[in-house]
């Protein structure tokens, strides 16, 4: 159980386009889902906080006009990634947590973005 | 805000001896400490994790240890594999809020056959 997917594993784009990434919860709901981004050799860094049915809550530095969040149900969540340029580039990883189990987080296998 | 630090950055150990990451935390409304397993290119693996009204947990060669007084936690992998080799980050959050995770800086363990 507990499993949650993200599609694209990799996407390769030229810079100025946008891209979304997807995040399920395959085989539960998850009212909140978080995004993480994740540079090599480095831990991870929480984007923003998705809840089902409201606006993201983003950390502070994330651009949310750039970093677009919908939570549309409860098993999936996306990202957008807006006018990407190469400096975009990185893992993206998300993580969704099972209605009624507090703190626990369930991670997808990651998104890498390569922006050329 | 939550402030997490993890020791040490890498780690070897011949196989089948044991190994033991440390974990720090500041927040003392943290109350949820969990460890997860990164493998090359993939995302993160929840291991095992434990609550603040615990001191021990343990699952197979996986143990967990926390001392809620001195704000410190701690990894026990014992009897190590080759396929233990990864990078292991710790955690911390609490039930307030929206019980995000801060993530401690990671632990490159590599097991010598």
């Known amino acids: 159980g507990a499993v949650v997917s993200q599609h694209p594993s990799r996407v390769i784009c030229k810079s100025g386009t946008s891209v979304k990434i997807e995040c399920r919860s395959l085989d539960f709901q998850a009212t909140t889902m978080f995004w993480y981004r994740q540079f090599p050799k480095q831990s991870l860094m929480l984007m923003a906080t998705s809840n089902e049915g409201s606006k993201a809550t983003y950390e502070q530095g994330v651009e949310k006009d750039k970093f677009l969040i919908n939570h549309a149900s409860l098993t999936l969540s996306t990202l957008t990634v807006t006018s990407a340029h190469p400096e975009d580039s990185s893992f993206y990883i998300c993580s969704a947590r099972e209605i009624g189990t507090p703190g626990q987080q369930f991670f997808g296998p990651g998104t890498r973005l390569t922006v050329l | 805000g939550e402030n997490v630090e993890q020791h040490p950055s890498t780690l070897s150990v011949q196989e089948g001896d044991s190994a033991v990451i440390k974990c720090t935390y500041s927040d003392s409304a943290s109350n949820y400490f969990p460890w997860y397993k990164q493998e090359l290119g993939k995302g993160p693996q929840l291991i095992i994790d434990i609550r603040s009204n615990v001191g021990e947990k343990k699952d197979q060669r996986i143990a967990v240890t926390l001392n809620k007084t001195a704000k410190h936690f701690s990894l026990h992998i014992t009897e190590t594999q080759p396929e233990d080799s990864a990078v292991y980050f710790c955690?911390?959050?609490?039930?307030?809020?929206?019980?995000?995770?801060?993530f401690g800086t990671g632990t490159r363990l590599t097991i010598i056959p």
């Open positions: 955690a911390a959050s609490s039930n307030f809020g929206n019980e995000k995770l801060t």
